[in-house]
Structures are given as C-alpha cells and as structure tokens.
C-alpha cells in the first residue's frame, strides 16, 4: 500500500540553526500538507501546498518556515533558524481528494 | 478563530465494552469529518470519515454520527479490544479542494483485557 514517508526520523539540533525536513507524498496526489504536534498536544496544521504554491498557512508559519517541492517526489519543510519553541512531532500529509494519508512524522529537538 | 473541542481526554475500558469520544466544532462551514487513531511513535491514521450531508456512518465495529445543528459528532467502537488502545483524534475542515484539517485534543483510549 503506498504510503507518506519522512526523513529523517529524528532530528536533534541547535538553536538558531537550519534544519529541513523531507517527505515524499504518495505519488498521484495533488495536495501536500505540513502539521506538527508538540508533545502531548494536538496536531496543529501549518502549510499546504498545491500546483507548487503555498494554498494557505498557519499564523506559526511564519519567515522562518518554507515549503518546497524541489523535484517530482521530494516536498521539504526549512525552518531557517530553529528556536526551543520549534521542538516537536512534524508530519507531511498528502491527499488526492478529501483523505489525508500522514507519514510517519519527524522528531524534531532543538537544544 | 475555528476550534474543535474533544472529550474525554483519556478513557479506561474493559475488552468487550462500547467507547465514546465526543467533540463539537465551531466552524459552521466545516463539511467533512475525519477520526483519526495515533499508535505511539506513528503518524495519525484515517479510520473513519463522515460528510456533512450524512448523519451517521458505519464501518464494522467504529461508527460515527454527526449532529450539524448541535454541531458535534462522536465516534462510537463497539466490543473494543486491546489493540484498540491509542491516542484518537477528531478533525473537522471546510473541504474546498484542499483541506485544512483542525484537530481536536486527542483522547487516550486503554482498552484492558
């Protein structure tokens, strides 16, 4: 069964660096999705993307966040200059229609 | 701002028994209902789903109503067992092509045996 898969499953970083996080979505679906969960929190939606534009984002999507799909596969999440605050579960989701299909998720530590 | 609200929070039942898990949006325009069952250490994953012109859905032993003047739907399992146990969360969305999907704040369900 296809399925969204992340790399890497963890991340540990420093504050202030640059971290990117990578998904390949499932290959016919048009519409890809950032969220993240802080721990022991709700899963918060912070972008989606269609037709290579950002369609809408969160107020916590802000410049020091960006979404790129580089090639046909890759769709990739930057957050330029990690802060403590940016610490959590963050999962890519891709839909053909109406069912989000999430990954895995990546861990992100910003210490 | 939209806002889904979920309860309880954490529910402790005995294999064989029913588990219900309610939750009320506020966004009136909101037209697609998902639920969705966290494993530890795994992304959400879809169980069910209802459209706002459908007022309950059935899928073996989950089911799902969905009250849109009261505004709230509730998930129903029924002769849960272990593997039951997780973290689920509702979710409501204005589907326009994309979605953007608001989750509620996830209830622990620990099924015993």
């Known amino acids: 069964e296809p399925e969204v898969t992340q790399t890497p499953s963890h991340q540990v970083t420093q504050m202030g660096q640059e971290v990117i996080l990578r998904c390949v979505p499932i290959?016919?679906?048009?519409?890809f999705y950032w969220y993240r969960q802080i721990l022991g929190q709700k899963v918060e939606f912070l972008v989606s993307f269609y037709n290579n534009e950002i369609s809408e984002k969160s107020e916590i999507f802000d410049d020091q966040f960006s979404v790129e799909r580089p090639d046909g596969s890759n769709f990739t999440l930057k957050i330029r200059s990690t802060k403590l605050e940016d610490s959590a579960m963050y999962f890519c989701a891709s839909t053909p229609n109406t069912e989000a299909f999430f990954g895995q998720g990546t861990r992100l530590t910003v210490v | 701002g939209e806002n889904v609200e979920q309860h309880p929070s954490t529910l402790s039942v005995q294999e064989g028994d029913s588990a219900v898990i309610k939750c009320t949006y506020s966004?009136?325009?909101?037209?697609?209902f998902p639920w969705y069952k966290q494993e530890l250490g795994k992304g959400p994953q879809l169980i069910i789903d209802?459209?706002?012109?459908?007022g309950e859905k059935k899928d073996q032993r989950i089911a799902v109503t969905l009250n849109k003047t009261a505004k709230h739907f509730s998930l129903h399992i029924t002769e849960t067992q272990p593997e039951d146990s997780a973290v689920y969360f509702c979710?409501?969305?204005?589907?326009?092509?994309?979605?953007?999907?608001?989750f509620g704040t996830g209830t622990r369900l620990l099924v015993s045996p």
């Open positions: 966004d009136s325009a909101s037209n697609y």
């Open positions: 209802i459209r706002s012109n459908v």
């Open positions: 290959s016919n679906h048009l519409y």
């Open positions: 979710a409501a969305s204005r589907y326009t092509g994309f979605q953007k999907l608001v």
